[in-house]
């Protein structure tokens, strides 16, 4: 495989307008930098004409490349797919629908050098309307407390990887917006810088009620997988035992007050004490298939199709 200095990673879904202007800044900003690159948009299946805007860029560069889903998947789908086939020492992702400048790229490439693995793009200035900001800027609080990771724009698509960075990385869902806690629970150095944020011009934004709520459940997730995803045994074997415990000690106080003479059968406490080590049991059980298919299993299949893939 013939490597390249720099792989630009940009999801689109429905972007038609602004794919052309983002394909020529790019041009620009890497004539400038006079480094080799490649370019991959990945059509999460849009149903505009994005793709027929990428085949005929496609036509005239061979920097070009695309992956076409068969449908839409999601931001984490494709930017899994851009990094199985990038190809570049440095793995650059961005948005396309033009709010993130290209012109920044330089200052992330200065901030790389400096040692960190993944540097993260902070919208300091952020275009965009109050319902989307105030819940963005709660969810990476939020982010930052729950991870530990100080990063203030967790979720900003803006980002630059070392190549081997994107190894460990295994995104479903919406595990896009926590991949520096990704990282940094696998011990890389991540960073972040102020980046130029611009207002969208064309398009409207993918962002919604059910991606907030999909992205707190996976919030959730990012933390077992931090905690857990190497020893399930560990949180539903601590469950199991403390309600087994619980259980037994019940049932010891009830089997004491059984030898005194007292009628226990029908006492409530002797139903939960029974209840509770069933649930302990069922809790250690559960850890033990855990820790089985942890063990078996290191990847989650893909979780996307690719219709077609445009590379010269």
Known sequence: MIKVDYSIIVPVWN???NIPLLYRELKGEFKRLRKSYEIIFVDDGSTDNSI???????????????????KHYGKSAALSAGFTHAKGNYIITMDGDLQDDPREIPN??????????????????RESPITKRLPSKIFNKLTSFVTGVRIHDSNCGFKIFRRDVIKELNLYGELHRYIPALLHWNGFHVDEIKV??????????????????????????????????RRPLHLFGSL????????????LY??????????????????????????????ISIG?????????????????????????
Do not use: C
Request: aromatic fraction near 14%; avoid cysteine.
């Open 15 to 17: 972007e038609e307008k």
């Open 52 to 70: 027929k805007i990428l085949k005929k860029l496609h036509k005239t560069d061979k920097k070009l490349k695309i992956i076409q889903f068969r």
């Open 108 to 125: 992330f490439i200065k901030k790389l050098k400096e040692g960190p693995d993944l540097v993260v793009g902070w919208r300091f200035h």
């Open 196 to 229: 130029k944020h611009r207002r969208r011009k064309y398009g409207k934004s993918k962002f919604g009620a059910m991606r907030l709520i999909r992205g707190f459940l996976d919030l959730m997730s990012v933390k077992f997988l931090m905690l857990y995803a």
């Open 240 to 251: 199991g035992l403390f309600f087994l415990t619980v259980g037994f000690l019940i049932g």
């Open 254 to 283: 009830m089997t004491y007050l059984w030898f005194l003479g007292m009628r226990v059968w029908d006492r409530p406490l002797l139903i939960l004490a029974v209840l509770l080590m069933v649930m302990g049991t069922q809790f």
């Open 288 to 312: 033990l298939l855990g820790e089985m298919i942890t063990s078996s299993q290191e990847k989650l299949v893909k979780e996307y199709r690719i219709r077609n893939i445009f590379k010269n």
